[in-house]
């Protein structure tokens, strides 16, 4: 079974910086996207990064353009989640999701426990 472990949460002040970590275990050679999504109180469940194993092709959300960067450490199965300038609306938990791809599509979608993310004066 596929394995996602979070770490590097914590509180923040604004403005502060934060390197969030997703360790990855248990899957095969296969086409596989990260996406690391986050959940705050009364709002629904945000996609904020994303990149791909194939090429390290990255995306991200208006939100967070420009102060978070995903990156990877293939040779760790590693993905990390750099959050710079954060604001108290980063506040969340985090999530590092693995979604696996077949030819014909998406096979499924693992997630971790989360680690909670709070920004705060």
């Known amino acids: 079974q596929v394995q996602l472990v979070e770490s590097g949460g914590g509180l923040v002040q604004p403005g502060g910086s934060l390197r969030l970590s997703c360790a990855a275990s248990?899957?095969?050679?296969?086409?596989?996207?990260i996406i690391w999504f986050r959940q705050a109180p009364g709002k629904e469940r945000e996609g904020v990064a994303c990149i791909s194993n194939s090429r390290g092709s990255t995306d991200y959300a208006d939100s967070v353009k420009g102060r978070f960067t995903i990156s990877r450490d293939n040779a760790k199965n590693t993905v990390y989640l750099q959050m710079n300038r954060l604001k108290p609306e980063d506040t969340a938990v985090y999530y590092c999701?693995?979604?696996?791809?077949?030819?014909?599509?998406?096979?499924?979608?693992?997630w971790g426990q989360g680690t909670q993310v709070t920004v705060s004066s």
């Open positions: 248990g899957f095969t050679l296969g086409y596989y996207t």
């Open positions: 999701t693995m979604t696996l791809w077949s030819s014909s599509g998406a096979t499924g979608t693992h």
